[in-house]
């Protein structure tokens, strides 16, 4: 395809040169060849015709006497089909007739030839010449035409585009279709910066966000105004841009973005071509337009369905296709003369339509997506009457219903009625209200906002409202009104202001502000001022007791605690007579604990609550919040003459109560009764926290006692046990040597026992050690452990380990101790022959034996200390085993082996890894 501009006058032009023989056509086509214009040669019809058909050929120039046809002939059939482009020919002088019958049919030059058909080049070329000439501007309109054909395909193909997004790219996709394009892109606004949504084509920097004022674009967003460039890297806005990029165009897309494109050729686009383009970003803008007027088409329909019981018009709702009637409002029943009860659950149509009148079925004419809107007679109460109906259906989870509105216009038009039914509804809110119109006068106020100006709503009607308001809160409303008119997705918006009334305190509102429409047309807006010094407040105190919980859950001891709900009470709840009373179990009685320094000048020293005294015991043994605006009425009341008038105890659970007074009646209202709750269960939980951490306390105190006793008790084993054992053992060896035969057996027992001495004192040793707390753990190789302790209890005991141990944190020498004490035990119990296995479980190791086993009934009691069924045990071997799995958070299980022999499993949960490990927990290997 040619890429001609036919606005350029430095384009190439497109020739054909057609002869049967081959050397004179390439000969004449060199001839006639230059800057400005491109010679393709043929040989034959077929080969013409196909280049005139399937490229932009300028001209075709062909010798007369051709293979199947001659000049004349072919000029014809091109003509025939459609194609206008200009045909000279370049025939050897023959008869008058044929140039008179070629100018007949639409020739645009006839050079004869003489003898060669290359020395009439001069001539050719000049009537070639005069016919591009002569053919430029209609080729132009034409092109353009087909330009203007395309846009206007394009801009059905708009009408298809269901998403902002899916816009955009069609875009994009579109401009190079109207415009020669290296690379373009459809900008949009996005907060503070312009962000390429839709792109065509890479530049070498990439496809980056502009600021609202920067380059090129920026400027183009904040002008509204288009601009091409004929030569970028002259361009200072377009600067920094690609060597490469040579002219470009931008024009802006309605009042939220730019589309931009750029060519590689200098002057690459016309001023047509910024038309076409402004064209295509008017239809992009009008598709954006389109696509947002849908959106606020349904918002419309949702919004009308949430409020149609509140409209005074005539409402019913049916559902199915015989349309039932499933409710009606009142209007209803008064506009129709039906009582709600007389038409419920029978066809409508029935009751309303007349005879020559039909009835709308909303869901079979538009479905669920659209709303009716129509003019029709239905039967009254006082007879036939007109309406204007509107309705829209919408899906429910068995059938549809539909929402029909009638508005009675018979006796007035709809804006009469529409304005009345408005002052009513301005008349009836309790806030302040004012209605302005569309020049921003007061059009009406309801009593509730002149009573705030202090005077009556007849000497507000027609001011602006800078007589009686700041102007910078008039400023901020119209600035509001604004943004809202120009966001057809915002129905309405609020902002804050103070307000002083002219009979009254001071009090932060909250202005709420709204357009109005009449048919489609801005008619004015309306405010609704409401006083948020509560909710204020409200927030301030759930911030504080926000605050205070965090106050709360770091406080240290219960006492703390206490204190700190007192301080949360007084500065969130506003209530600065309090107290925190707290069960003493040893007294059976609520004590006081803490108290606010205004409760004890203003009440004593609070009393101690025993059971049964008072309204505080009551709550605090129900376990249920309770209030008393005037306790001196309380039957239950401790003191009758108290100064106190309402009172709130809130129990905390099972730690006692928190009393908050006030010398007010009814001065807690159901908000800080809510946020009285809140705190004590805050305050509960806190202490329940601070009562965990005390026991936490507590038993570490004993774990370190307990190590205490077990460092003594290893003392006194290693030196007041052993040094006596030593001396025996010395004077038993002298006492041997030389013995009488006699006595022999007497020294061999006691031998016997000084040596089981001496293992007691080994294994109590070894338990003292291993029942102390972890200190230090690392990761340690299960393999490597189990040969340690194989080695150290008999290196010839057959132990076979598994390779796939890997490994386990603990504490190195704890764990050998455990292997140790298994193959001792082992040995002790089966014999010097006894097999054993160490292997994985899913869960941890076990440390199998080919032995008798231990019976089901024994295996718990083989883990306590002392137990043992050897004549020569000690009963501390797996006793040792158990403390040390539990020093660790393990556990151990006695079960049978796979050889029907004991099996000690230890159970490691979460701590085990595997083989590939690396010292890390078991734990990750298993999952």
Known sequence: MSTVDPQDDSSTWTVVYLHPDPAVGGAVADGLRTDAIDVVPANRVGDA???????????????????????????????????????????????????????EVGISGYVPIDDVATESLDSLSKTLSNALTETQSTAALKRRWQTVESLHEVALEFETCATPAETYEFAVEALTKVLDVYAAALYVKDGTALVPEATVGSLPGGWGPYGLDEGVAGQTFQRGESSRTDHIPSDDA?????????????????????????????????????????????????????????????AERDRFATLFENVPDAVAITRGEERYVADVNPAFEETFGFDRDEIVDEPIDGFLVPEASEAIRVADTVGTDEVVRDHLTRRGRTGTREFSFTGFAIEDAETYREYGIYTDVTDRNRRERELRRYKRLVEAVGDPMYVLDPDGRVEMVNQAMAAVLGTTPEDVEGCRPESFMPAEHVDRGAELL?????????????????????????FVAETMVSPLFDDGAFSGSVGVIRDITRRRERERRIRDLHEGTRELMSAEGVTAVAEVATEVATDALDFSLNGVFLYDEPADALVPVANTDRAQRVLGDPPVVEPGDGLMWEAYETGEPASYGDVRAASDVMNPETIVRSEAYVPLGDHGVIILSSPAVDDFDDEALALAKILGSNVEAALDRAEREATLARRTSELERQNERLDEFAGVVSHDLRNPLTLAEGHLELASEGAPAEIEPHVDEVDWALGRMGELIEDMLSLARNGRPLEETADVDLVSVVDAAHRTVDPDLAVAVDDTLGTIEASERRLRALFENCLRNAIEHVGPDVSLSIRRTDDGFAIDDDGPGIPPADRDAVLETGYTTSTDGTGYGLAIVADVAETHGWTVEIEESPDGGARIHVVTDGTRAGPESDGRRMAEDDH
């Open 49 to 103: 015709r196909s280049l005139i058909e399937n490229r932009a050929v300028d001209c075709l120039v062909t010798a007369y006497d051709l293979p199947t046809t001659d000049g004349i002939s072919l000029l014809r059939s091109l003509r025939a089909d459609g194609f206008v482009t200009p045909v000279i020919f370049h025939a050897e002088r023959g008869d008058e007739s044929i140039a008179a019958e070629a100018i």
């Open 238 to 298: 377009a600067a920094p841009a690609d060597a490469t990029l040579r002219s470009g165009i931008s024009v802006p897309v309605g009042d939220f973005g730019v589309l931009q494109a750029v060519s590689t050729s200098p002057g690459a686009y016309s001023e047509h071509d910024q038309k076409l383009a402004e064209l295509l970003a008017a239809h992009v803008s009008a598709a954006i337009s389109r696509i947002r007027s849908k959106r606020a088409m349904r």
């Open 482 to 506: 604004r943004e809202l008119l120009s966001d057809p997705d915002r129905q309405w918006d609020t902002f804050e202001m103070d307000v002083d009334p002219d009979d009254g305190d001071a």
